[in-house]
C-alpha cells in the first residue's frame, strides 16, 4: 500500500482529466494482484463529487461512532465484548458503494460498520451496543449480533459466517435470482477447515458467493505471519481465482468490488478478494493491542495510509471539494453521533418477560413453556 504522499504527488498516477463535478483518477499499479484471473479491475477510475462526500461523510460517521462505543465501554455503559473497526472504513465503504441493497452481506464480529452501512442507524446501533429495547436487534444482540434487511449479521463463532455465506449464495442459485453473497471473514478465521469447505461447494456448484478475507494481519494478538504459512489469503481457495485489494484505498475497494460483482453474476461462479487493511485499536476492548505490535506501527498506518486521509487527499487534489467542506462533513459526523449516543442512554432496557420472545415462532400460539434458570424464571406463553 502506497503513502498518501506517494500517491499524490506523483503527478503522472493521479490526475487525468478535470470536470466540474467529477475527475478521472488512475489508481498506483499497486492496488491489486490477481491469482487465476486473465484481467483485472481497471485503473482508470471515474470518481463524482457527489460520490466521494458522500464516501468521506460516511467513513467519519463510521469512525466517529466506533470512537464513542469505545468511550462508552471505558465508562461502562456497554458491557461484554467489543470489536471495533477503526482503520477498516474503506472496505465497508468501498464495497456497500460497489453491489446493490438486494445483495445479501454476512460478515464476523466486527461489525458495527456493515450494520450502518446496509441502512441500520447510528442511534439504533449504539442503543443495541447498550444493550436498551430501541436498539437494532431491541437489546439482545448486543455488539456481535446485529441484523436488517439482507444484512446477516454478526456473527460470534469465528469462521462459521463463512459457510453459511455460502448456503445464501445457494439459495440465491436455487431460485435463479442475479444477487450475489458477500461473504466476510478475517486473517484469523482463514485457516479454518469449514471455510475451505465452503470453498469447495462454491466452487462444486458455482455459487454466486463473493469470499472476502478482511487481512488486518491480526488475528487476536497473533500475526499473520506467525499463524499462516502462506499469508497470500486471496490464493488459497486454489480452484477459485482471487484478487489482492489495497483495502485502505476507497477507490480500489469499490471498483474491485464492482469488477468481482460482475465478474460472478455473469454465472462464472465464486471469487476470493483479499482486503489489505488495519486495525488501529486491539482485537477487541479487552485487548489493549500493544503487546504484540508496536505503538510506532500503529501512528505509521495512522499517518501514511489512513483510509479517511485517502479519500479527502483524492477530494481536494482533484478539486472536487475543499477543506472546508471536509471539515464541515466531519462535524456533521459528529452531531449524528452526539444525537445518537443521548438516544442510545435515554432508551429503556428489554424487560424481563423478552427473555422468551423469538425463541420459538410459534410459542404463543402453542402455548409453550420454556425454562429459565430455576422455577421463578421459567415462562409460561399465554395460550
Sequence with gaps: M???????????????QRHLCSAQITIPDESYKGHKLESLPSKQVELTREEVLQYYKEMNIIREMENKAKALYEQKDIRGFLHLCNGQEACVVGMEAAITPQDPVITAYRAHGWTYARGV???????????????????????????????????????????????????????????????????????????FEAFNMAALWKLPCLFVCENNHYGMGTSESRSSASVDYYTRGDYIPGILVN?????????????????????????????????YYGHSMSDPGKSYRKSEEVKEVRKTKDPILLTEAYATSNNLATTEELKALVKEAKAVVKEAVDFALNGSEPLPKELYTFVHSNQVEENLFIRGCDVLTSNQSAA
Design 121 to 195: 442507524p447510528v442511534k439504533n446501533i449504539l442503543a443495541e451496543l447498550t444493550g436498551r429495547s430501541t436498539g437494532c436487534a431491541e437489546g439482545k444482540g448486543g455488539s456481535m449480533h446485529m441484523y436488517s434487511k439482507n444484512f446477516y449479521g454478526g456473527n460470534g463463532i469465528v469462521g462459521a459466517q463463512v459457510p453459511l455465506g455460502a448456503g445464501i449464495a445457494f439459495a440465491l442459485k436455487y431460485n435463479d435470482s442475479d444477487r450475489i453473497c458477500v461473504t466476510l471473514y478475517g486473517d484469523g478465521a482463514a485457516n479454518q477447515g469449514q471455510v
Design 2 to 16: 502506497l503513502s498518501v504522499r506517494r500517491l499524490f504527488n506523483k503527478a503522472n498516477t493521479v490526475i487525468l
Design 247 to 279: 483495502g485502505m484505498d476507497i477507490l480500489a475497494v469499490r471498483e474491485a468490488t464492482r469488477w468481482c460483482a460482475d465478474y460472478i453474476r455473469s454465472g462464472k461462479g465464486p471469487l476470493v478478494m483479499e482486503l489489505d487493511t488495519y486495525r
